[in-house]
């Protein structure tokens, strides 16, 4: 455990950059609203591992209605209050991490994969299980 | 001194004191009241050291909720011989929580007829017995020099167990029990049956047999019971003379009640920033050891039963599943923060010790096959209820609601949905079998551990618990022979 997944970081960004370059000439990245693309944001610093997929893929069997990258993307942005625009790194980060707790706070919380996670967590695997 | 009974030359032994058992209660019995003016007369089935024919007479039948058909715990999860299961323990020790006392509504047949304060004194004597400090009323809050996983809250609280190394009493007190003037240990001396008067309200002798043959009685002016929470029921029930039901039995209560402390070594996980918790506190090599327990409030919010959380820093590393999620939790925990603290960069297992709420069909009976003495064996049905492993699994769950909330880890939960029972044992701590109550319509025992309806029969031991918290109860079992020393003390010095 002490040692992360190495080269996942590294690639990661490039992923990042790679969609992000990618994305400027895709369709939906140009429609997308500015909270879709800061959701999307957030979803790509979701470690995007096998395990993640699966948790975010037992958690759409649990919740089929919202297995939908929209649907999960708009219930983020409502709840994160991805508004305005121009919401930094740290800000989208920020809130995210005050969610969570706000969500265990609550118990808003379910079990998938014997892990106990926030709602919130759940939908960002569930939305990085969902993106291509 | 110590005497082997086949070497008696008399039918009748004559004390004042017979205590029948010697291990952590009996012995403690022995030892307090030594060089008290009394004539005491300690009994133990065995000898000094282990032989498997003696360990044979308590074979058994026993099964259960997570026991399989025929198991060999009777068998296996107690010595007999001279020093009892203190020969084997592994040194926990706890002096049950004040909780554990009361009658909590949502635990049925909980709590006891006094509260703890009765057995401060004595657990400051227990405390001396198995080499440990006192325990006293405020340390597990005064303990905050180490960093817990979990700090203290409405929730949970960090509690403390303290490790005897652990006390071998036979090493310990045999010696100057063989030494005293006052007392007679007899080995391998096999209680067969206590004798009643004819209106069943005295005992007037017990009666001994060896293995080899030879028998003779002892007659005292009082007698304990200290056989451990399987045998103490035994006894009592194959003592029908009088009592058809056996002695103390007039309510069907004898051997009934019986429990354990479920243990589940793989309750779950936590992941947490490497460096949050204090891995010596948890460690189980120190002279404490510290354990994550939900709190009075929590228990009663959500109707749990009391338990102990252990980490388990000395784990194989994680599973694959384990570092990536805790990879993805590092992710979104250490966004934002300007100073990293990677929530996936440390592990452990959870280690889940809990109580076992009291149920009447988890019971001790007497099996139609008989030992070598002629006696018939016991036998066990330990029955838990689903209550018991809910608790558990809720537990495991509000403790990764409050990780999460307090962003200092997550938890995984251990307790499958399916199959709930898988991986749950027994810790061999046998209690209930006798339980206390100042009601003879509700317990075996009065607070004072004498036997309803029989003036000078008391027990000793777990089997007088009617509640057992989640800690290891040898620490309790002592404390109770001290204060039932205490008693027979002042009963004796009466006539």
């Not at chain 1, 994160?80 to 919380?109: M, W």
């Given at each position: 455990m002490d040692k992360p997944l190495l080269d996942r970081r590294a690639l990661l960004k490039?992923?990042?950059?790679?969609s992000g370059v990618l994305g400027v000439g895709a369709t939906w990245w140009h429609h997308a609203s500015m909270e879709n693309r800061l959701v999307l944001r957030l979803a790509g610093w979701v470690a995007r591992s096998e395990d993640v997929t699966t948790i975010g893929q037992a958690y759409l069997e649990r919740q089929p209605e919202e297995a939908h990258r929209d649907t999960l993307t708009r219930l983020l942005a409502r709840d994160l209050s991805l508004f305005p625009y121009g919401v930094s790194d740290d800000e989208l980060r920020q809130r995210s991490r005050a969610k969570i707790a706000s969500d265990f706070a609550d118990a808003n919380t379910l079990t998938v994969q014997g892990w106990i996670l926030s709602r919130t967590e759940l939908r960002l695997c569930a939305l990085a299980a969902l993106l291509p | 001194m110590l005497v082997r009974a086949n070497d008696v030359d008399t039918q009748t032994v004559r004390s004042d004191l017979c205590i029948i058992g010697a291990g952590a209660?009996?012995?403690?019995?022995?030892h307090t009241l030594r060089r008290s003016g009394f004539d005491i007369?300690?009994?133990?089935?065995?000898?000094?050291?282990y032989a498997p024919d003696i360990q044979q007479l308590y074979g058994g039948a026993a099964d259960g909720t997570v026991l399989p058909p025929n198991s060999p715990y009777l068998s296996q999860s107690r010595l007999r011989y001279f020093g009892g299961s203190t020969?084997?323990?592994?040194?926990?020790?706890?002096?049950?929580?004040?909780?554990?006392?009361?009658?909590?509504?949502?635990?049925?047949?909980?709590?006891?007829?006094?509260?703890?304060a009765t057995l401060s004194k004595y657990y400051d004597g227990a405390a001396a017995i198995v080499q440990i400090p006192s325990f006293d009323e405020g340390e597990d809050a005064q303990r905050q020099h180490t960093e817990p996983l979990v700090r203290d809250s409405d929730a949970f609280v960090t509690k403390q167990f303290h490790?005897?190394?652990?006390?071998?009493?036979?090493?310990?007190?045999?010696?100057a029990l063989a030494d005293a003037s006052d007392v007679s240990v007899y080995l391998g001396a096999n209680v067969v049956c206590i004798e009643a008067n004819e209106a069943g309200t005295r005992i007037d002798r017990v009666r001994v047999a060896t293995l080899s043959g030879r028998r003779f009685d002892v007659e005292s002016r009082r007698y304990v019971l200290a056989t451990g929470g399987i045998e103490n029921a035994?006894?009592?029930?194959i003592s029908d003379g009088?009592?058809?039901?056996?002695l103390g039995n007039d309510r069907d209560l004898v051997g009934r009640y019986f429990m354990e402390h479920p243990h589940v070594r793989n309750a779950g996980a936590v992941v947490m920033p490497r460096g949050l918790a204090d891995r010596a506190a948890y460690s189980r090599r120190g002279p404490r050891r510290a354990v994550i327990c939900p709190s009075e409030a929590l228990q009663r919010k959500h109707r749990l039963l009391n338990s102990s959380i252990m980490l388990e820093f000395d784990m194989p590393p994680p599973p694959p599943a384990v570092r990536h999620v805790a990879n993805m939790l590092r992710d979104l925990d250490t966004l934002g923060r300007n100073q990293r603290r990677d929530i996936g960069s440390a592990w452990s297992g959870c280690f889940v010790r809990a109580e076992q709420s009291p149920n009447r069909e988890s019971r001790v009976t007497l099996a139609s096959e008989r030992d070598a003495m002629g006696i018939r064996r016991s036998r066990l049905e330990w029955k838990m209820t689903p209550a018991d492993i809910e608790s558990i699994r809720r537990t495991m769950e509000l403790l990764g609601i409050e990780l999460g909330s307090s962003g200092r880890g997550r938890a995984r939960q251990g307790i499958q949905a399916l199959s709930p029972w898988e991986g749950v044992e027994g810790?061999?701590?046998?209690?209930?079998?006798?339980?206390?109550?100042?009601?003879?319509?509700?317990?075996?025992?009065?607070?004072?551990?004498?036997?309803?309806?029989?003036?000078?029969?008391?027990?000793?031991?777990?089997?007088?618990?009617?509640?057992?918290g989640f800690a290891n109860p040898t620490l309790t079992i002592v404390a109770l022979a001290v204060k039932l020393a205490d008693h027979l003390r002042d009963e004796l010095r009466d006539g």
């Amino acid at each position: 455990m002490d040692k992360p997944l190495l080269d996942r970081r590294a690639l990661l960004k490039m992923g990042l950059a790679a969609s992000g370059v990618l994305g400027v000439g895709a369709t939906w990245w140009h429609h997308a609203s500015m909270e879709n693309r800061l959701v999307l944001r957030l979803a790509g610093w979701v470690a995007r591992s096998e395990d993640v997929t699966t948790i975010g893929q037992a958690y759409l069997e649990r919740q089929p209605e919202e297995a939908h990258r929209d649907t999960l993307t708009r219930l983020l942005a409502r709840d994160l209050s991805l508004f305005p625009y121009g919401v930094s790194d740290d800000e989208l980060r920020q809130r995210s991490r005050a969610k969570i707790a706000s969500d265990f706070a609550d118990a808003n919380t379910l079990t998938v994969q014997g892990w106990i996670l926030s709602r919130t967590e759940l939908r960002l695997c569930a939305l990085a299980a969902l993106l291509p | 001194m110590l005497v082997r009974a086949n070497d008696v030359d008399t039918q009748t032994v004559r004390s004042d004191l017979c205590i029948i058992g010697a291990g952590a209660a009996g012995l403690t019995v022995a030892h307090t009241l030594r060089r008290s003016g009394f004539d005491i007369c300690l009994l133990e089935s065995g000898d000094l050291t282990y032989a498997p024919d003696i360990q044979q007479l308590y074979g058994g039948a026993a099964d259960g909720t997570v026991l399989p058909p025929n198991s060999p715990y009777l068998s296996q999860s107690r010595l007999r011989y001279f020093g009892g299961s203190t020969n084997h323990w592994a040194g926990y020790c706890r002096p049950l929580d004040d909780l554990d006392f009361r009658t909590r509504p949502w635990v049925p047949n909980s709590g006891w007829p006094y509260r703890k304060a009765t057995l401060s004194k004595y657990y400051d004597g227990a405390a001396a017995i198995v080499q440990i400090p006192s325990f006293d009323e405020g340390e597990d809050a005064q303990r905050q020099h180490t960093e817990p996983l979990v700090r203290d809250s409405d929730a949970f609280v960090t509690k403390q167990f303290h490790m005897s190394p652990p006390t071998r009493f036979a090493e310990r007190y045999g010696q100057a029990l063989a030494d005293a003037s006052d007392v007679s240990v007899y080995l391998g001396a096999n209680v067969v049956c206590i004798e009643a008067n004819e209106a069943g309200t005295r005992i007037d002798r017990v009666r001994v047999a060896t293995l080899s043959g030879r028998r003779f009685d002892v007659e005292s002016r009082r007698y304990v019971l200290a056989t451990g929470g399987i045998e103490n029921a035994r006894l009592l029930l194959i003592s029908d003379g009088v009592h058809r039901a056996g002695l103390g039995n007039d309510r069907d209560l004898v051997g009934r009640y019986f429990m354990e402390h479920p243990h589940v070594r793989n309750a779950g996980a936590v992941v947490m920033p490497r460096g949050l918790a204090d891995r010596a506190a948890y460690s189980r090599r120190g002279p404490r050891r510290a354990v994550i327990c939900p709190s009075e409030a929590l228990q009663r919010k959500h109707r749990l039963l009391n338990s102990s959380i252990m980490l388990e820093f000395d784990m194989p590393p994680p599973p694959p599943a384990v570092r990536h999620v805790a990879n993805m939790l590092r992710d979104l925990d250490t966004l934002g923060r300007n100073q990293r603290r990677d929530i996936g960069s440390a592990w452990s297992g959870c280690f889940v010790r809990a109580e076992q709420s009291p149920n009447r069909e988890s019971r001790v009976t007497l099996a139609s096959e008989r030992d070598a003495m002629g006696i018939r064996r016991s036998r066990l049905e330990w029955k838990m209820t689903p209550a018991d492993i809910e608790s558990i699994r809720r537990t495991m769950e509000l403790l990764g609601i409050e990780l999460g909330s307090s962003g200092r880890g997550r938890a995984r939960q251990g307790i499958q949905a399916l199959s709930p029972w898988e991986g749950v044992e027994g810790g061999d701590h046998h209690m209930g079998t006798t339980r206390m109550s100042d009601s003879p319509t509700e317990g075996v025992v009065n607070s004072d551990c004498q036997v309803h309806g029989v003036a000078n029969l008391y027990v000793a031991g777990s089997s007088v618990f009617p509640t057992a918290g989640f800690a290891n109860p040898t620490l309790t079992i002592v404390a109770l022979a001290v204060k039932l020393a205490d008693h027979l003390r002042d009963e004796l010095r009466d006539g």
